[in-house]
């Protein structure tokens, strides 16, 4: 499910919803099915402010990312869309 060496990013598939479990070293790549379309996550790099995210998706679904200390929750449209998950800004953060 994983591209990376040393990263673990475990996928729960729940009814247009989307929960990436995302830890250690990145860049790490995964892929899954949600509501019969095709989604590629991609963490490329942590910039020391973020992780720089970049989606690909067949159609739109909710993605929530779980980092060690930090959950992210986005809306994703369809298409190719780039996130930087910004460790200060709390506008899309739930604390864990």
Not at 20 to 29: M, Q
Not at 69 to 85: H, I, K, S
């Amino acid at each position: 499910m994983t591209d990376g060496q040393d990263a673990v990013a475990e996928l729960v598939v729940e009814e247009g919803r989307v929960v990436w479990r995302l830890r250690g070293e990145l860049p790490v790549v995964a892929r899954a099915t949600v509501d019969g379309q095709g989604i590629t996550l991609a963490a490329e790099r942590d910039t020391g402010g973020g992780v720089l995210l970049v989606v690909e998706a067949e159609g739109p679904f909710d993605l929530e990312v779980e980092t060690e200390f930090t959950t992210f929750v986005e809306q994703v449209p369809a298409g190719r869309t780039r996130y930087l998950l910004t460790y200060l800004d709390r506008t899309d953060v739930r604390q864990v």
